[in-house]
Each structure stands twice: as structure tokens, then as C-alpha cells.
């Protein structure tokens, strides 16, 4: 990590993007950079970063200070490559490199090559192979272990980038289309007894809610529904009995398993489309879902104590790995679960999208499908400024917008009671 020099830093070791941490006053100053490169040396020795950058110096303390460095990173089994002339880039202000030296820090020759491979399409920018200058901040971001949200926090600290969340994310809706709204709206009243926020729009947790449409010139009837909702929940049972006394169809059958990361049973609504009724356990894959979602938080319905805490929207697709990054460097968005054929951020609160591969998921992928998804911002006048600059190559357009494979999506201010 680099930062001005006059700043003395330690950095500790922590997933991934490196916190600034001030050296005691205690430390001599001469000191300070020898024990910080101890500390870049452990993360890249222990894999914790793929390459580290020493802080920028002026050349002559670098000279003065060449052996004892070879001395440290030899202690730690890594190599050094001096940097003359670290290539300006929108990942960090010019002025902290500007006429310094600094240590790149590496364990496997390859990074090394990488890092060579990097500075030479800087360099070479505007000729040959174009790379924007986001595309190679996020490669030197990638390159120094960072992770999405850290390489986020610094393109927007550093540069003109904003992405959705940084707009401040109050809510999700999920937006549903039915031949038959009226039967859908009783469905979500009666049988789940989900609170209304006005006549069509019905709150599932704390800050997510779904809202029943009839069929429009986008959402004509007919289309697949390429979505499925995950109602998050501890109560499984109870509402696997209460479904089945209300003759809901069941598509899948409630069946617990002991060690899986979740259980479950899947349910369908009177439009088609399917209900998940999920609840996730402490596995692997869930590690940091499961320190995001809030039980005690639970919403009640007007079924007995029934309630839900959370909510997934499920959507499928083709290319899983571009529409994860689209998610990641576009949205902004956190993953909290990677199991291989399924990504979930966590885009609110209590709200989430789970993309999934739809070879291996419920449904298939469809060029038109009956669902938007929108998000309520906190900030959407200065966020909508932003885009109707910055995103028209998303087709950017009245607060809405056609991502990749034809997923729309749309923003909001406040949530109106109609």
C-alpha cells in the first residue's frame, strides 16, 4: 500500500485491502520503513497478498537503506525489485510517487512478470492493445491482493468513478408481472400475510419488499420468469405446514439436512413464480453471509409469529463471471457467498441478489424475462447526476436501465405510501 511520505505506517494483516496504522511514537524514525517492510514481507510470504509496495522514498534513502531491506526480505523468503518510476495511476494520487523510489515485494517470479507485464501496458497506453485507465487501476488492484470494494473505495477517492452503492442503498424491490395481479396481491396478503406498504407493494423484511404488476408492453404475458425469491427464515417447519394447510403448490419438498449449508423448501406462487423458503447455516461457504443476516431482526407476518428476515432474488443467467463483475465494479456491491454456480451480494440491509448459473439452477436463462429489480438510494439527485453522465454506455435513461442479458433495473428516491 502506498501512502505520503511523512506518514509512518504498520499494516496489518486484514482480508485482503491494507488499513493504515500508526507506528508508535516510541519507534525510532529511522526504523519505521524497516519494520513496515517486515510487515509487507509477512502478508506476501504467508499468500495474504500476491505482491506488496513498500512506501515511496526518495532515492538516496532507498540506497542507504538497500541492505538492510535484502536483509529483511531474505529473513522472509521473498524477493525485491526496485521502482524507479512507478507508472501513474488512478488507484493512487500521483503526487505520492512522484519523484520516489519504491520496493515491489514478491514471492513467486510470475507475480513479478505480471507486475512487468502491467507497467509495460501503462506505459505503452495509447498504442497497440488500448486498456482504460480503470481497467489497469483494477489490475494493480487485483495484482496487490485488494479487494473489489477496496479497489472501489480507492478509484472513487481517486478518480471520477461512483458506482450504485456508494449512493447509499435504503431498500430493494423486487418488481413481479401476473395475467392476474388481483390473485397475486391476495396470495402475498392472505396466504403469506406479508405487510403492505400501499396496494401492490409488500414488505418481506426489514428493507426489502415485492411489488405485483399486471402485464405492460416490457412485461407482456407468456414471458418466463428467469427469477426466484428466497424468503429467508428460522421457522421452516411452521411454514412448510401453513403452505401445505393453504394448498400451495410445492415444487420442492421440505427435506433438513444435517451438515449442508442450508435448508429448504420451494414453493409457487399463483403467477409461476417460485419461493424459496431458506434458511442458511454456518458452513464454508456461508461464513460471512451468515455474519450479515440478522434473525432477531425478523419481520412478522399476520400468520401466528411467522416472519422473514431477509430476501435473495434469484436471477439466471449465461455468463456468471461477467455479470459477477458487473456487480462488483459497476453496483459496487459486497459478495458475501461464492459457491461456485451461485454469487450473492448483499445490495441492502437485509436484501440480496443471487446470481446463478442457469445450467445448474431452478430455471433458464431468457433473453426477456417478467422482473426488474430496483434499488431506493439516499443520495439519488447527486447519484442520478452521475449517470445520466457517466452510464450511458449502460443505457442509462429516466432512473433506469437494461443491464447485461437483458436484466432491468431502476432507481428511487423515497419509498411513496400510494
Same mark, same amino acid.
Request: aromatic residues 12%.
Given at each position: 500500500?502506498?501512502?505520503?511520505?511523512?506518514?509512518?505506517?504498520?499494516?496489518?494483516?486484514?482480508?485482503?485491502?491494507?488499513?493504515?496504522?500508526?507506528?508508535?511514537?516510541?519507534?525510532?524514525?529511522?526504523?519505521?520503513?524497516?519494520?513496515?517492510?517486515?510487515?509487507?514481507?509477512?502478508?506476501?510470504?504467508?499468500?495474504?497478498?500476491?505482491?506488496?509496495?513498500?512506501?515511496?522514498?526518495? *532515492?538516496? @534513502?532507498?540506497? /542507504?537503506?538497500? !541492505? =538492510?531491506? %535484502?536483509?529483511?526480505?531474505? +529473513?522472509?523468503?521473498?524477493?525485491?525489485?526496485?521502482?524507479?518510476?512507478?507508472?501513474?495511476?488512478?488507484?493512487?494520487?500521483?503526487?505520492?510517487?512522484?519523484?520516489?523510489?519504491?520496493?515491489?515485494?514478491?514471492?513467486?517470479?510470475?507475480?513479478?512478470?505480471?507486475?512487468?507485464?502491467?507497467?509495460?501496458?501503462?506505459?505503452?497506453?495509447?498504442?497497440?492493445?488500448?486498456?482504460?485507465?480503470?481497467?489497469?487501476?483494477?489490475?494493480?488492484?487485483?495484482?496487490?491482493?485488494?479487494?473489489?470494494?477496496?479497489?472501489?473505495?480507492?478509484?472513487?477517492?481517486?478518480?471520477?468513478?461512483?458506482?450504485?452503492?456508494?449512493?447509499?442503498?435504503?431498500?430493494?424491490?423486487?418488481?413481479?408481472?401476473?395475467?392476474? *395481479?388481483? @390473485?397475486?396481491? /391476495?396470495?402475498? !396478503? =392472505?396466504? %403469506?400475510?406479508?405487510?403492505? +406498504?400501499?396496494?401492490?407493494?409488500?414488505?418481506?423484511?426489514?428493507?426489502?419488499?415485492?411489488?405485483?404488476?399486471?402485464?405492460?408492453?416490457?412485461?407482456?404475458?407468456?414471458?418466463?420468469?428467469?427469477?426466484?425469491?428466497?424468503?429467508?427464515?428460522?421457522?421452516?417447519?411452521?411454514?412448510?405446514?401453513?403452505?401445505?394447510?393453504?394448498?400451495?403448490?410445492?415444487?420442492?419438498?421440505?427435506?433438513?439436512?444435517?451438515?449442508?449449508?442450508?435448508?429448504?423448501?420451494?414453493?409457487?406462487?399463483?403467477?409461476?413464480?417460485?419461493?424459496?423458503?431458506?434458511?442458511?447455516?454456518?458452513?464454508?461457504?456461508?461464513?460471512?453471509?451468515?455474519?450479515?443476516?440478522?434473525?432477531?431482526?425478523?419481520?412478522?407476518?399476520?400468520?401466528?409469529?411467522?416472519?422473514?428476515?431477509? !430476501?435473495?432474488?434469484?436471477?439466471?443467467?449465461?455468463?456468471?463471471?461477467?455479470?459477477?463483475?458487473?456487480?462488483?465494479?459497476?453496483?459496487?456491491?459486497?459478495?458475501?457467498?461464492?459457491?461456485?454456480?451461485?454469487?450473492?451480494?448483499?445490495?441492502?440491509?437485509?436484501?440480496?441478489?443471487?446470481?446463478?448459473?442457469?445450467?445448474?439452477?431452478?430455471?433458464?436463462?431468457?433473453?426477456?424475462?417478467?422482473?426488474?429489480?430496483?434499488?431506493?438510494?439516499?443520495?439519488?439527485?447527486?447519484?442520478?447526476?452521475?449517470?445520466?453522465?457517466?452510464?450511458?454506455?449502460?443505457?442509462?435513461?429516466?432512473?433506469?436501465?437494461?443491464?447485461?442479458?437483458?436484466?432491468?433495473?431502476?432507481?428511487?428516491?423515497?419509498?411513496?405510501?400510494?
Amino acid at each position: 500500500m502506498l501512502f505520503p511520505e511523512g506518514m509512518r505506517g504498520l499494516l496489518p494483516a486484514m482480508a485482503g485491502l491494507l488499513l493504515l496504522w500508526p507506528v508508535s511514537c516510541v519507534t525510532p524514525p529511522e526504523k519505521s520503513g524497516l519494520t513496515a517492510l517486515g510487515v509487507f514481507c509477512e502478508l506476501v510470504e504467508n499468500g495474504a497478498k500476491p505482491i506488496a509496495l513498500s512506501h515511496p522514498m526518495p *532515492p538516496e @534513502e532507498l540506497d /542507504a537503506s538497500w !541492505s =538492510d531491506f %535484502l536483509r529483511i526480505a531474505g +529473513a522472509y523468503g521473498v524477493e525485491l525489485y526496485r521502482e524507479d518510476a512507478f507508472p501513474e495511476t488512478r488507484l493512487f494520487p500521483s503526487a505520492l510517487t512522484s519523484g520516489k523510489s519504491l520496493l515491489v515485494i514478491y514471492r513467486e517470479p510470475d507475480r513479478l512478470i505480471q507486475y512487468q507485464q502491467w507497467r509495460a501496458d501503462v506505459r505503452g497506453r495509447g498504442s497497440g492493445e488500448a486498456f482504460s485507465d480503470r481497467e489497469l487501476a483494477r489490475r494493480l488492484g487485483r495484482l496487490l491482493g485488494y479487494s473489489p470494494e477496496g479497489i472501489n473505495r480507492l478509484l472513487r477517492a481517486n478518480s471520477d468513478y461512483r458506482d450504485l452503492a456508494s449512493a447509499g442503498i435504503t431498500r430493494q424491490v423486487t418488481h413481479l408481472y401476473y395475467a392476474n *395481479p388481483g @390473485e397475486a396481491v /391476495a396470495f402475498y !396478503s =392472505d396466504v %403469506l400475510g406479508l405487510e403492505r +406498504a400501499d396496494s401492490t407493494r409488500f414488505r418481506i423484511s426489514s428493507d426489502t419488499y415485492l411489488e405485483v404488476h399486471p402485464p405492460d408492453a416490457s412485461h407482456p404475458v407468456g414471458l418466463p420468469k428467469s427469477t426466484a425469491i428466497a424468503l429467508l427464515t428460522d421457522q421452516l417447519p411452521d411454514w412448510y405446514a401453513h403452505l401445505q394447510q393453504q394448498h400451495v403448490p410445492i415444487k420442492y419438498t421440505y427435506k433438513p439436512r444435517d451438515g449442508g449449508p442450508h435448508d429448504g423448501f420451494v414453493a409457487v406462487d399463483p403467477g409461476g413464480y417460485l419461493l424459496e423458503f431458506e434458511l442458511f447455516k454456518q458452513h464454508p461457504e456461508n461464513e460471512r453471509l451468515m455474519a450479515v443476516l440478522n434473525p432477531a431482526g425478523a419481520v412478522p407476518t399476520k400468520i401466528d409469529s411467522l416472519g422473514f428476515y431477509g !430476501s435473495i432474488t434469484w436471477t439466471y443467467h449465461r455468463g456468471l463471471l461477467g455479470m459477477q463483475r458487473y456487480y462488483e465494479e459497476v453496483f459496487g456491491f459486497s459478495l458475501v457467498a461464492d459457491q461456485g454456480w451461485t454469487k450473492i451480494f448483499r445490495t441492502s440491509g437485509s436484501g440480496f441478489i443471487g446470481l446463478v448459473d442457469e445450467r445448474r439452477g431452478m430455471l433458464d436463462y431468457a433473453d426477456s424475462k417478467a422482473v426488474e429489480i430496483e434499488w431506493g438510494l439516499s443520495d439519488i439527485d447527486a447519484f442520478d447526476s452521475h449517470a445520466r453522465k457517466s452510464w450511458t454506455q449502460y443505457g442509462y435513461r429516466d432512473r433506469r436501465w437494461t443491464g447485461p442479458e437483458n436484466y432491468r433495473y431502476q432507481i428511487d428516491g423515497t419509498l411513496s405510501e400510494r
